[in-house]
């Protein structure tokens, strides 16, 4: 048996875009990814977020799966173009009301709701300024974190700011595979910086609001070189810095790190710097897998290499890599003096088998659990402050440009008849809260 810390969280994560569906419901404005996905080719099977699993509709069945599992915390997003159609200014009435029922309810049921501000839905109407390319986007977040803390954060148990921000700069606005779909270096830069100010003006706006627990969440993974060559190894520093570091080291020192600060003196002004700084009460970590980049062509010079045939990967092609977890989780105890953790997002992708007589069995999804369940635990027995994990996610979902064709929920979703069917991953982690340990 692996026992976890006694007053350790255990969550499940989730993000509204992915969910929620309903897109016009209530007056919510349109959000980048609403543009995006419908925009032919953009998404694997031409699917969108229109439904999703219609959780708008649908939350109190998934409210009860949550009080089923056990978990004692529910991280989810709020929809900015939900409450707020052009972005800012007129709030949405009826998208308040949603998110106050959601709240009730889950408060009702004992689970304590994470609330994440923003998960790569910008509204439509600020991307038509600029979006993150513009800096005034970080100063309507700092408003919109405000009214949403006015409004709906009696029942708030932890706040965080941005999801991934490091994700939505590189894919949504250097590779292009995401919205908004940029994919210039200019745009890059200035979506890294801009989301850093954004982090920057919410902790304060928040602080000065009350007394929640503030936090932003990242994805992390370790960065190998493809070889012992200087140039591969000049790309991995360069990977490491844009992927793990570039929202983290102006948090926690307030500088950018060494292999992007020459190319970050473009966007950042005056004393940016010292304003990027702020104490946080805890870091979200997701993490899934581990990276090797070589030199090559492109915009900042790397290509990401595949992993070797045979391989352990989940459907995403991912390597299965515990270790790196583990690996992770002490490389941010030495880097930035241990600060509180939580696993925001972790899980894996299978082709999992439809249900038989009302069971789904993802014996992969388990075994990949258990593994990083345990690699957590590792890195709590070397002194790493990790206060919580969450799993990535309960519900299949839509999978941004991989659209359905990816299942990383523990609840099975029949697409047709959006009808829910727990996993085995389901009951397992099930018995992992409930009992605060890892069973053998
Ligand atoms: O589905 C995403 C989530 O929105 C952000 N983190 C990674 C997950 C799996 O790709």
């Not at 000065?208 to 070189?225: C, D, H, K, S």
């Not at 702020?278 to 970590?285: A, E, F, M």
């Not at 515990?322 to 997002?345: C, H, I, M, S």
Request: net charge negative; hydrophobic share 40%.
């Amino acid at each position: 048996m692996t026992d976890f810390p006694s007053d350790f969280t255990w969550g499940v994560s989730t993000s509204a875009y992915q969910i929620e569906g309903a897109p016009a419901a209530g007056g919510k404005g349109e959000s980048i990814w609403d543009r995006f996905a419908h925009r032919p080719g953009n998404v694997a099977d031409g699917s969108t977020g229109d439904v999703a699993t219609d959780h708008y509709h649908r939350f109190p069945e998934d409210v009860a799966l949550l009080a089923e599992l056990g978990v004692q915390a529910y991280r989810f997003s709020v929809s900015w173009p939900r409450l707020l159609p052009e972005g800012r200014g007129r709030v949405a009435a009826k998208g308040l009301e949603f998110y106050d029922r959601l709240l009730d309810l889950l408060v009702a049921n004992g689970v304590r709701p994470w609330l994440c501000l923003y998960h790569w839905d910008l509204p439509q109407a600020l991307q038509d300024r600029g979006g993150w390319t513009a800096r005034d986007t970080a100063y309507y977040f700092a408003d919109y974190a405000e009214l949403v803390a006015e409004r709906l954060g009696d029942r708030v148990d932890t706040f965080l700011m941005l999801n991934e921000p490091n994700v939505h700069a590189l894919l949504g606005h250097l590779a292009g595979q995401h919205a908004p779909g940029l994919s210039g270096l200019s745009d890059y830069l200035a979506a890294v910086h801009h989301q850093n100010l954004a982090v920057a003006a919410g902790v304060e706006r928040l602080r000065e609001m009350g007394a929640w627990r503030l936090g932003t969440v990242v994805n992390l993974q370790p960065i190998e070189a493809a070889s012992d060559s200087e140039d591969d190894r000049a790309a991995a520093a360069l990977a490491d810095a844009a992927y793990n570091r570039a929202s983290l080291d102006p948090l926690f020192s307030g500088a950018y790190p060494a292999a992007l600060a020459p190319l970050m003196e473009a966007v950042v002004r005056g004393d940016d710097l010292q304003a990027l700084r702020r104490p946080l009460d805890l870091l979200g970590v997701n993490h899934y897998t581990v990276q090797t980049v070589a030199a090559g062509e492109g915009p900042i010079g790397l290509r990401v290499v595949e992993p070797p045939p045979g391989s352990e990967v989940t459907a995403m092609g991912w390597r299965v890599a515990p270790e790196a977890l583990t690996r992770q989780l002490l490389e941010l105890k030495e880097r930035y003096g241990n600060p509180p953790v939580v696993v925001t997002e972790n899980g894996a992708a299978y082709p999992d088998p439809p249900p038989v007589r009302g069971r789904v069995d993802d014996r992969p999804r388990v075994d990949y659990l258990r593994r990083y369940l345990q690699a957590t635990a590792e890195a709590i027995a070397q002194g790493c402050d990790v206060r919580g994990y969450f799993v990535w996610t309960l519900v299949d979902n839509f999978e941004w440009a991989e659209g359905f064709t990816q299942r990383f929920g523990i609840v099975h979703l029949d697409r047709e008849t959006l009808r829910r069917t727990p996993k085995e991953s389901f009951r397992f982690y099930q018995r992992v809260v409930a009992g605060g340990r890892l069973p053998d």
